[in-house]
């Protein structure tokens, strides 16, 4: 017999049922009764049987779910069946099969390699399973397609791998959704089952698979009885398909189909005196022992008006609203208010989860009959909230039980196995070797991983080769360390034992990686059982069962019981999951990217339940997967849009809009629910869970998602306000602290956020008070809260280096580059990490910008000793004699060039071919530029050295009183190139710096010290020449940057008939030369003898009168390049001063959008921050050049 008990949330409906069996289980020692419930209720209805019985046992009465049952029946009949193949086993039996028949598979075959993938195909093949579908039923669904080519694709595919996964499995294994099918064969079997009164709670509808389970039940069984959440106003039995959008509709659809096996059980008895359904369903209806509860008294709301207001209309037609009548009168008093129903906002989803456990701590406090078990809290997603509310509720001092399953993705056993076999896939990628051991089951401490990293990193060691052989080179950074700690030494033996001994060090921590995957490699090319021993054997070497034990100690050590759990077992569910795959696949002969690819299926299906570790405790859960026991206050956390209604879509293989196709053309054959008819459902379990609580109801939620992007409140906050129209939407801002501040952990969080605006005065008086007290009440929390006071009193106040500590780092002779003094210019503290304390990055195996400018300076340099090597000069040689002598020259520099990176990528001999395509540009440039006057190169790449004792590089910056030097500089360095013309009287200098980079000369920038190098350029060449030149002037005519590049043109400026010169000419002009000219006309056409009004040469354009047109023209005087040239030597100085004197000040400047800190390597060292009292930035004014020019003036 078939009987129901309905009624809304909280009238009782689980209550009765219970009350019921136990009176007939006292009644009937003799029969059994059984209760059946979801897997996450059992434990939980096992309870309340115990409190709810007079006797608080059981005797009788069994408390089982469809899996447990499965297994009490197969005990008590003796069933046997083939080994049960769980998720796992089904993704690698799936994947497995599919790579046999890919061929076959032309839509899904080539995609079951990739992650995720083969979980969309299991959780189909597994929808068919849970419905019954068998593989020859799809041929019916693929016929209703039509003319959907996509979708018969898909699921011809299917239909296929279907077939062959139940081929491959049969008599060996039987998917856990088949269990199912085996307990209805052996259903008739059992005495347990014959006679007895079996109840089902706690369900909201059931799969095809399990009413073929039901119907023999209700064939074998006395009574079966299902309890189900109805409205007070809906009739039951009243089901009609097409009404989605109507709150009770699963329930309707559910007892529509039990009743039709109801009838299917009867007809089967006695076909002849049985009617059709209709009225057979219409008289049993009427006449039937069916339970209809109203929520009286006894009902979870009974006390309650205003959540019985909530269960009455929620999700319901009309506008009813509470405290109003229905003609729209307000109602006043008690009855009106609403105080059992609240809405909390906040900005982020952090103060979200503080607001609502310090409203818990609060209510707790004020109620000393509550206790932590009366509340649960929901989540519009666990995984945005989950972690949050773990973290916070560690800080509040607030148990919980987080009712989730962990995936073990990143567990370091699983790291460390899927990274070596990474590397072993990858052949000793640098990503994969370090992931490995990084993992946390690396034979190298960490110390020693940084090491080999540093090394590795240097050098770019790839491949086997590279690992599996000795290390022999030095990186050039450590190499200059060597040399510069045995500067007397550079080239003895003592800088040989270091060279060895690092070598040695390095080549210890290669060796134990190598040993250590050794194993993986060996096994390569075998079969999966080869690869498993292999994989066995590795994890044995590393020790990882021993790790991990080590671990799961420290997180109990830690009271972190969620990874205790995780850890206790990890290391078992690997080794089973080896055990699996070796026994499904052991003989076959496939790869390491396979078998990888294959554990990586089985990893993802490894889940780690828990249960709560104590009675006290408030259950955390989703409201789809929780079930929650009688709660006096619910926490409704993430009522936002984007959670709330949960995106209903499962993507996946079929996607939603086929889903829909094909529940509108199918008859005969269901499907798991549409989108649409999700989220239909899900507006049931909203309501379910809104009318769990028995006092309070809280919904919350956040402004900010936890990327910092604006999200809303969900439609549902519009419903409550819309039911509540008083309800008080309480803001975390709008709270007193103190109501926030409950517990140490959160009170010494408030205290870090805030001690800057204490100690800054930015808090009023009472602020202060409030602040001051909590500090003092924190007084057992001393060591925290001195290094907060102490990160809260952080000022930065300047001192300068002790003459002692200068003259350790400097001495008295200071060598210096005209670079270096820049980099002082723009921040003197960052001069001295890198400069005095020699920090530096780490070396990198890349080619960057600084190699870029290397390659092209040194190819040059080689070019212009060919050129003289085969008697040929700058102004000499054929375009074929440019290009044929650059490519030498280019490949002469770069071969080896820093283990011969050009050539370790495909990216990088690119790269090499545009090097090529630019310095033939250059060369051609640089050719025609030089033609066009009469200056001559005279050197190229002129080393400071070559200057001989000159002023401008050995500067005497302190002298005593006798004139003796105390402190000297001598500066380094190197000209690019340059270009003389000589007269009688004069040397006519013109200075070229090579630039990748197109920079522009700026006399401002001058004047702060931050653009030295051409004006120093000319000093030193003025120097040269006029001690080479005695007698004779030496005159700057230029100082000029010469960008190497090769322009592309606007395609818009380009007339489409030009010429190929006409677009030379116009090449030429955008690689003029940049700088600054002296204004005199002979020099000028001296410089370039077809200038006209604008030269392509050099900046100069004039304008009709002869005069230097302004827009166009960077020229200066003769007095004032000297005076620009007295002031460089001046700022020369005087920075070697302050350099020698100790000045490390951090005082990076700033000039417009431009400061010392946008591009500086050592922000992370400075602790440089504009809001802490003593940093700030030299604001540089930008300033004209005729300022400047009269600022230089003043100074020298």
Known sequence: MLRFIFGASGAGKSYHLRKEIIERSIAEPDRNFLIVVPDQFTMQTQMDIVKQHPDHGIMNIDVVSFSRLSHRIFEEVGESHEKVLDDMGKSLVLRHVAEEIKSDLPIIGGSMHKMGYIDEVKSTVSEFMQYGIEPEMLDDIIDVCGNKGALKAKLSDLRLLYSEFKKYIKGNYIAQEELLDVLCRALPSSKLIADSVIAFDGFTGFTPIQYRVIAEI??????????????????????????????????????????????????????????????WAAYRNENSRDVFLKNTEKGRHASNPELTFLEKHLFRYGNAKYGVSENGDSQEGETAKCTSIGILEADTVSREVQMVLSRIRKLIRENGELHYRDFAIVCGSLERYGEVISNEAG??????????????????????????????????????????????????????????????????????????????????????????????????????????????????????TVEALAPLFCAEGKKVLDYSRALYEFLTGLGAQGKMAEFENSFRGQGDEIRTKEYSVIYRKVIALLDQVTALMGDEKITWKEYAEILDVGFSDIEIGTIPQSVDRIVVGDIERTRLKEVKTLFFLGVNDDLIPKAAGTGGIISDIERQFLADSLTGIELAPTPRQQMYIQRLYLYMNLTKPSERLYLSFAHLDPDGKSIRPAYLIGKITALFPRVVTERFDDRAEGDIIQTAGNGLDYIAEHIQDYSRGYMN??????????????????????????????????????????????????????????????????????????????????????????????????????????????????????????????????????????????????????????????????????????????????????????????????????????????????????????????????????????????????????????????????????????GKEAVPAAILYYHLTDPVLDGEKVNPDATGEEVNAMIREELRTRGLVQADREIIDLLDHEAGQKSDVIPVKFNKDGSFAKNGSDVMSADDFEQVSRYVSHLIKK??????????????????????????RFKSVCGFEQGIPGYSCRELPQMKDDEVMQRIASEV
Request: aromatic share 10%; proline share 2%; charged share 30%.
């Open 395 to 512: 800080k509040y001092e607030v148990p919980i039980y987080l009712d989730q399953t962990g995936n073990i993705k990143l567990n370091p056993l699983i790291e460390a196995i899927r990274s070596a076999l990474l590397t072993v896939t990858s052949r000793y990628s640098y990503e994969s070797v370090f992931h490995f051991l990084r993992s946390g089951l690396s034979p190298l401490t960490a110390n020693e991983t940084d090491r080999l990293e540093n090394y590795v990193r240097a050098l770019g060691i790839r491949g086997i080769k590279g690992w599996e052989t000795d290390f022999e080179r030095i990186p050039g950074q450590i190499m200059r360390k060597l040399k510069m700690s045995n500067k007397k030494d550079s080239e003895n033996i003592i800088i040989e034992e270091q060279k060895k001994a690092y070598l040695s060090d390095l080549n210890s921590l290669r060796q134990k």
């Open 218 to 279: 209700l064939r074998l069984s006395s009574e079966v009885i299902f309890s189900f959440t109805l409205g007070q106003e809906d009739n039951p039995y009243n089901y009609d398909r097409n009404e989605e959008q109507e709150l009770f509709l699963l329930t309707k659809k559910t007892v529509h189909d039990l009743l039709r096996l109801e009838y299917e059980n009867e007809k089967s008895s006695d076909p002849s005196t049985v009617p059709d359904f209709e009225r």
């Open 1135 to 1160: 920075s070697g001063r302050n350099i020698l004197k100790g000045d490390i000040e951090v005082n990076p400047y700033s000039q417009g959008d431009n400061t010392a800190c946008k591009y500086c």
């Open 765 to 1030: 008086e009472e602020e202060e008070n409030a602040f001051c007290g909590l500090f003092n009440a924190l007084s057992g929390h001393r060591e925290r809260l001195l290094k907060m006071v102490e990160a809260a009193g952080v000022r930065y106040d300047h001192k300068p280096l002790s003459d002692t500590v200068a003259s350790m780092l400097y001495g008295n002779f200071l060598v210096n580059s005209v670079s270096r003094l820049e980099k002082y210019a723009q921040c003197a503290y960052a001069h001295f990490l890198q400069y005095g304390l020699r920090l530096d990055e780490r070396e990198e195996f890349t080619f960057d910008q600084a190699d870029l400018g290397t390659v092209f300076h040194g190819a040059l340099e080689k070019f212009s000793k060919k050129l003289e090597e085969e008697n040929l000069s700058w102004d000499s040689f054929s375009k074929e004699d440019g290009e044929r002598i650059m490519e030498e020259a280019l490949t002469e520099f770069t071969d080896g060039y820093n283990g011969n990176i050009l050539e370790s990528t495909k990216r990088n001999e690119y790269l090499m071919q545009r090097i090529k395509r630019i310095l033939f540009r250059s060369v051609d440039t640089l050719q025609y530029q030089l033609k066009k006057g009469s200056f001559v190169p005279r050197s190229m790449e002129t080393s400071f050295d070559e200057a001989g004792e000159i002023d401008a590089i050995n500067i005497a910056l302190t002298e005593d009183e006798r004139g003796r030097i105390l402190q000297r500089m001598k500066l380094t360095g190197s000209i690019d190139r340059i270009d003389t013309y000589e007269d009688a009287d004069h040397v006519y200098i013109k200075v070229i710096d090579f630039k990748s980079g197109n920079k522009k000369f700026d006399l401002c920038a001058l004047y702060y010290g931050l653009q030295l190098q051409l004006v120093m350029y000319m000093n030193v060449a003025r120097g040269m020449a006029e001690a080479k030149n005695r």
